[in-house]
């Protein structure tokens, strides 16, 4: 598995009952000794789609294909989680490096943002 990576996770809902079989973007591996990934979760609900926070990839980008996503989906970067990498069930596909840059940005950009 490498950042960019889209794989299969078993995510609980919020209320910690078990979730449905859904993709998750790679962002990055936690570090330490554990094969733990920071992953953000993926929809195809576009609706729910936070503008200048989420990213939307769609079917006629460029990296759709190579994504493995079924239509145009939602990167969802508000819901991030931690995840060891024996519990992904597969990878679907990846996206391009600028799309996971920009993610990545938008992640940093959010949490460094000044409260009010």
Do not use: T, Y
């Given at each position: 598995?490498?950042?960019?990576?889209?794989?299969?996770l078993?995510?609980?809902?919020?209320?910690?009952?078990?979730?449905?079989?859904?993709?998750?973007?790679l962002?990055?591996?936690?570090?330490?000794?554990?094969?733990?990934?920071?992953?953000?979760?993926?929809?195809?609900?576009?609706?729910?789609?936070?503008?200048?926070?989420?990213?939307?990839?769609?079917?006629?980008?460029?990296?759709?294909?190579?994504?493995?996503?079924?239509?145009?989906?939602?990167?969802?970067?508000?819901?991030?989680?931690?995840?060891n990498?024996?519990?992904?069930?597969?990878?679907?596909?990846?996206?391009?490096?600028?799309?996971?840059?920009?993610?990545?940005?938008?992640?940093?950009?959010?949490?460094?943002?000044?409260?009010?």
């Amino acid at each position: 598995m490498k950042p960019g990576k889209l794989a299969l996770l078993r995510l609980p809902h919020v209320d910690l009952e078990e979730g449905k079989l859904r993709p998750v973007l790679l962002i990055a591996r936690v570090p330490g000794d554990f094969p733990d990934w920071l992953v953000a979760m993926v929809s195809s609900r576009l609706e729910q789609a936070i503008p200048g926070v989420d990213e939307v990839i769609r079917e006629e980008d460029a990296d759709f294909p190579a994504s493995g996503l079924k239509q145009s989906s939602v990167i969802r970067i508000g819901r991030l989680a931690v995840a060891n990498a024996e519990l992904f069930l597969g990878a679907s596909g990846e996206i391009s490096g600028e799309r996971l840059a920009g993610i990545r940005r938008r992640i940093a950009d959010w949490i460094l943002e000044k409260e009010p």
